[in-house]
């Protein structure tokens, strides 16, 4: 096959991809002829600047490498485009934006009450419960409950979150900060990066009884 057939077919593989994939949404980069910009700050696709250059300049130089020039961001001036492999980007972000979702749905939102005046005994039972929470990768919805004249002193519901956050340590971060909703002080918490469950190592296998070596039979 001729190296002109050979552009010819990978290039209408391209297009193949980029017009079943990005008839131009709002929600899709911009790719080579779609790109409006008269110039461009331009990275190759080994991730090195080449500068600011002609957008016609762009697109020649990812034609060269049998690439597609994509308009990674569009708000910069003037806008940010990489040459890269457009469907092979495509698949990479279908793939992140699946895994985003998939977690966002094992995610779920626990809540704990709490009273101001909890006694010590229920408020340990509590947090460990909390911690239990985030180590699992939940969101934790912590409420204070203000009965009749307690109103007056919301100052020690604070309290208690404040002392949430600082029994659960590194495990939390706060999401919301603590606020009214009704008779109820809310405050959300989210799981740190560091509550990310951490696989246990396997346990050792039992090495095997076998005849002794050479040496233990000498």
């Known amino acids: 096959m ?10 209408a593989r391209r297009w193949s991809v980029i017009s079943n ?19 461009v700050l331009l990275i190759d696709d080994q991730g090195n600047k080449l500068g600011v250059v002609s957008t016609p300049e762009a697109l020649r130089l990812s034609e ?3 690439l597609d020039l994509v308009e990674v961001a569009p708000q910069a ?13 495509r698949f990479q972000q279908q793939k992140r934006d699946k895994d985003a979702r998939k977690k966002q749905k094992n995610q779920t939102v626990k809540e704990m009450k709490m009273r101001p005046k909890i006694d010590q005994h229920d408020y340990d039972f509590k947090v460990r419960a909390i911690k ?18 307690e109103m007056a002193f919301l100052d020690r519901g604070r309290e208690v979150l404040n002392r949430v956050m600082s029994d659960i340590g590194p495990l939390g971060k706060v999401e919301t900060e603590p606020r ?7 405050m959300m918490v989210s799981p740190s990066a560091v509550s990310a469950p951490v696989p246990k190592p396997l346990p050792e ?7 002794g070596s050479s040496a233990e039979k000498a």
């Not at 003037?78 to 092979?88: E, F, M, S, T």
């Not at 009214?180 to 809310?186: L, S």
Request: hydrophobic share 30%; proline share 5%.
């Open 21 to 39: 994939t990005n008839a131009y949404k709002e929600d899709e980069p911009r790719v080579n002829s779609e790109i409006r910009a008269s110039e």
């Open 205 to 211: 296998k039992p090495r095997q009884a076998g005849r």
């Open 180 to 186: 009214m909703e009704g008779a109820y002080m809310r």
């Open 132 to 149: 239990g929470f985030l180590e699992d990768g939940h969101r934790v919805k912590v409420s204070i409950f203000f009965r009749g004249r």
């Open 64 to 66: 060269e490498r049998e």
């Open 2 to 11: 001729c190296v002109a057939a050979h552009v010819f077919q990978n290039t």
């Open 77 to 89: 001036t003037p806008p940010v485009c990489r040459i890269l492999d457009y469907g092979k980007y």
